[in-house]
């Protein structure tokens, strides 16, 4: 079992930045691969951001390129994502997810290609 947990939410304006982290225990947490997704309200959660176990390797959605980045700090079993530049349209619950498969090309951008998920943690962005 692995068990994630998120912080770092809040309420932040327009064009503001705010860092996510997403502190991983239990089983292998540090060969997984990680992901972010986030979900609006009656919105479907959307996939954001996926790294590596090695942090080598990442992707993002195309509505956060240039403005989040994801990294990872295996010795603190802890995933990561800056977000810049931020909009109100990026107002959500964001999610930090886990997954011990195989690395695909292009990294795992559905939701049922995770295996854990965390409790979740509140991004309000305010115009």
């Known amino acids: 079992q692995v068990q994630l947990v998120e912080s770092g939410g809040g309420l932040v304006q327009a064009g503001g930045s705010l860092r996510l982290s997403c502190a991983a225990s239990?089983?292998?947490?540090?060969?997984?691969?990680m992901g972010w997704f986030r979900q609006a309200p009656g919105k479907e959660r959307e996939f954001v951001s996926t790294?590596?176990?090695?942090?080598?390797?990442?992707y993002y959605a195309e509505s956060v390129k240039d403005r989040f980045t994801i990294a990872r700090d295996n010795a603190k079993n802890t995933v990561y994502l800056e977000m810049n530049s931020l909009k109100p349209e990026d107002t959500a619950v964001y999610y930090c997810?886990?997954?011990?498969?195989?690395?695909?090309?292009?990294?795992?951008?559905?939701?049922?290609?995770?295996?854990?998920w965390g409790q979740g943690t509140q991004v309000t962005v305010s115009s």
């Open positions: 997810a886990a997954t011990n498969s195989l690395w695909i090309a292009g990294g795992f951008r559905k939701r049922n290609e995770y295996d854990y």
């Open positions: 790294i590596s176990w090695s942090g080598q390797l990442a």
């Open positions: 239990g089983r292998t947490t540090s060969s997984a691969h």
